[in-house]
């Protein structure tokens, strides 16, 4: 069995690219034949990237960004090349490019089409894309979302709910370092430290957040860590209602750094307000160093499918910064409800959300796939 995935970036940054290659990763070390095709960004020279044995990462060049999407004619190219060489093609959507480079490769093989979000804000790509997502959508022999929510309720995707499947995200369990958690707990010593992580950008809905610290107890510490064109604005928001002392902006914390901040929290909140966030892998990132977990309702998205009310945290309604603050107390101020909710997100990581029950999903639909 050999397969290949083709999607985004290298180098590994977001959610869409970061689920690609822990698959091919973790099929090719079962020594499953497994690759990865993919456009460049940050000046990447691109190249043959080989994993192990079984497993390399095919990195093209970017020629041109247009609209969020790289455009790399070389992966047409190369696809042409080497589709023949793969029983199956895993297509991870949106990423027109690389859709582009599928219905021009001229392969015949079955095609597994990952949806891991509608296309919401490009709404001038999304005309001109439609027709050749169409044609994928028809094309594809299975669809695949990250949780049924967000496959069932896409609007593109109701007629063809005969073919539609779920592979749920996974990812290995944080690992700290013990030394540099207790810097950071030290740092906030005293205080209950509530975490959230991601880009500073309006659908995070960080200002619905940050207006909830108004309603914390002074040993209540909100950091937030991340980057993006919000920053200022989130400053000047903190400055307006005197939260100084309740709320950091920590900016860019580097990757080897993230599980200590994890690891250190003693809750995580995701007050994201936009279907745009279809999973936030941050959440099981969390849950899996036993975090219970306050995310937000988003009609049609799947992060309360991730995140259970009652079970691994407690959901609110978006947009709600006193319902978030009041969630936030309630686990926090209440240390039997602390100790079940903790214990449901690590028991709901382990049974749910691990990179091996990932990739044993995903080699169950390859085989079922190739036995029609």
């Not at 370092?177 to 740092?187: A, D, G, L, T």
């Not at 259970?308 to 609110?316: M, N, T």
């Not at 028991?347 to 190739?370: A, G, P, Q």
């Amino acid at each position: 069995m050999k397969i290949l995935q083709i999607g985004k970036f290298y180098p590994i940054r977001g959610g869409v690219e970061k689920v690609m290659y822990d698959l091919t990763k973790g099929l090719s070390e079962q020594g499953i034949q497994c690759d990865m095709l993919c456009a460049t960004t940050e000046n990447h020279p691109g190249g043959t990237i080989v994993l192990n044995e079984y497993g390399r990462v095919l990195a093209v060049v970017t020629k041109l960004k247009f609209a969020a999407t790289m455009i790399a004619p070389q992966m047409i190219f190369r696809l042409r090349k080497i589709a023949k060489l793969y029983d199956i093609i895993h297509i991870h959507h949106p990423d027109p490019m690389a859709a582009l480079a599928l219905y021009l490769s001229g392969y015949r093989g079955k095609v597994v089409l990952h949806w891991h979000s509608d296309i919401l804000k490009q709404k001038t790509l999304l005309k001109v894309y439609k027709p050749l997502q169409n044609w994928l959508i028809h094309r594809a022999d299975k669809i695949v979302g990250t949780t049924p929510v967000y496959v069932k309720e896409s609007a593109f995707l109701q007629q063809v709910q005969h073919k539609v499947d779920y592979i749920p995200i996974g990812v290995e369990k944080i690992l700290s370092q013990q030394s540099r958690v207790e810097q950071i707990k030290n740092k906030y010593a005293g205080k209950k430290i509530i975490f959230s992580l991601g880009r500073l950008v309006d659908y995070k809905g960080y200002a619905y957040l940050l207006k909830a610290a108004k309603y914390f107890p002074p040993n209540y510490q909100l950091i937030i860590g991340g980057m993006g064109p919000l920053r200022q604005e989130l400053e000047a928001l903190i400055a307006t209602h005197h939260l100084q002392e309740k709320v950091e902006l920590l900016g860019y914390v580097a990757d080897e750094d993230v599980p200590n901040y994890f690891a250190a929290c003693d809750l995580f909140c995701l007050s994201s307000i936009v279907k745009t966030e279809a999973f936030a892998i941050v959440q099981i990132e969390a849950m899996s160093c036993g975090n219970p977990v306050v995310s937000t309702h988003i009609p049609g998205s799947g992060v309360s499918w991730v995140n259970r009310d009652q079970i691994s945290g407690l959901i609110v309604p978006i947009e709600d910064s006193e319902a978030m603050a009041k969630a936030i107390r309630e686990i926090l101020d209440n240390p039997s409800l602390y100790i079940q909710l903790a214990d449901g997100a690590l028991d709901r990581y382990k049974t749910n959300f691990t990179r091996d029950r990932m990739i044993e999903i995903c080699t169950t639909l390859y085989h079922k796939l190739l036995a029609n």
